[in-house]
């Protein structure tokens, strides 16, 4: 059996690697839409480059189990939303049906989440 102390760590790692990656990936989307065009492009850019900070800052921050919790169904969200725009421009068809409306539904849920935990209490 792990050592409960481990799973803050390694979901600290996660969340300042999907910090690292949202950002790289809004960084290099955005000269795609500068150099290629593609509304959705850039809208998955932006969207990638605002939430990146969020995810270096629950990372490097340490987080109450809400508070990852909350950080995790933006990520989905996150996921959902940007994939299926840049499907619609780069392949020319959504990722799935309903995908960008689910996506946005977990950003919003998520970031109400975020915004609860601050109520959450810490444990010992």
């Given at each position: 059996m792990t050592n409960?102390?481990?799973?803050p760590a390694n979901s600290n790692r996660l969340f300042v690697l999907a910090g690292g990656l949202a950002g790289?990936?809004?960084v290099a989307l955005s000269?795609?839409?500068?150099?290629?065009g593609g509304a959705f492009t850039g809208t998955a850019a932006n969207f990638l480059l605002m939430h990146a900070p969020v995810f270096l800052a629950v990372?490097?921050?340490?987080?109450?189990?809400?508070?990852?919790?909350a950080s995790l169904v933006l990520l989905a969200g996150l996921l959902l939303f940007c994939g299926d725009l840049l499907a619609r421009d780069f392949l020319g068809s959504r990722l799935f049906p309903m995908s960008a409306p689910i996506g946005g539904t977990l950003?919003?849920?998520?970031?109400?989440?975020i915004g609860v935990s601050a109520l959450w209490r810490r444990g010992p």
């Open positions: 409960p102390s481990e799973k790289a990936a809004g000269a795609a839409a500068a150099h290629r990372g490097l921050a340490g987080a109450n189990r809400c508070l990852r919790i950003l919003i849920a998520g970031w109400v989440a």
